[in-house]
């Protein structure tokens, strides 16, 4: 079945680069997603990729994608405090629904 | 514009009693869909609806039921709530999928524990 992973934590300096990774299971997925959870508050997308793209840059935030592996990762640039917050990858369920598939969550704490 | 709300915003309930949790969004998208999160397990599907009048099951739908008798509203209703239960519950819209992509939208969670 489908399966997203994360890892749980990641602990960085403020102004330092964050790299989140995630491992999913549907290549068919057209559509990868990071979606941010501020405290508090509900799910926000970050950005997303689309399936036959290996990087994506937008400011801060580049994504890139290893569709052999099955790897995605959402690296941070300049990390600040206001980064701090759970980031979910997400996978297109490819059928008629296009449901989402969450992975668990990172949680990333910035130190100042 | 409200997006979506979502209501109450915390509620402590007795084992046994029945709840709905109520969620409304002002966007005009066919999908809704309702999740759980739990620590360490990220969110995961109860119930979703493709479109007004239709309803499917997610992951862990047991225990909780959903209606969608029009496009603005998707209750999910715990008819004898246990304390596994317990969580956090995010209420979600989306538009139509174009090519696979899909934009879903967050409301700001009900925080539910059951004693």
């Known amino acids: 079945g489908e399966d997203v992973e994360q890892s749980l934590f990641l602990s960085v300096r403020e102004g330092d680069s964050s790299v989140i990774n995630c491992t999913y299971t549907?290549?068919?997925?057209?559509?990868l997603y990071w979606y941010k959870q501020e405290p508090g508050a509900g799910l926000q997308l970050l950005t997303y990729?689309?399936?036959?793209?290996d990087m994506k840059q937008d400011q801060r935030l580049t994504v890139l994608l290893n569709k052999k592996d099955k790897h995605l990762s959402l690296r941070i640039a300049d990390t600040q405090t206001g980064d701090s917050a759970i980031y979910f990858c997400a996978e297109t369920l490819m059928d008629s629904s296009y449901k989402l598939i969450f992975g668990s969550g990172t949680r990333l704490l910035v130190r100042p | 514009i409200a997006g979506i709300t979502q209501a109450p915003t915390s509620q402590i309930l007795a084992a046994g009693r029945r709840m709905t949790l109520r969620c409304t969004q002002d966007?005009?998208?066919?999908?809704m869909y309702w999740y759980r999160q739990d620590l360490g397990l990220g969110l995961r599907l109860i119930h979703y609806?493709?479109?007004?009048?239709?309803?499917g099951k997610g992951e862990v739908p047991d225990g909780y039921s959903v209606s969608r008798a029009n496009t603005d509203d998707f209750p999910l209703t715990l008819a004898s709530a246990v304390p596994s239960q317990t969580s956090v519950y995010f209420c979600?819209?989306?538009?139509?999928?174009?090519?696979?992509?899909?934009?879903?939208?967050f409301g700001p969670g009900t925080r539910l524990t059951v004693l």
């Open positions: 990729i689309f399936s036959n793209m």
């Open positions: 979600a819209s989306s538009d139509s999928a174009r090519e696979g992509f899909t934009e879903q939208f």
């Open positions: 966007m005009r998208h066919n999908a």
């Open positions: 609806s493709n479109t007004a009048g239709t309803t």
């Open positions: 549907d290549s068919s997925s057209t559509y």
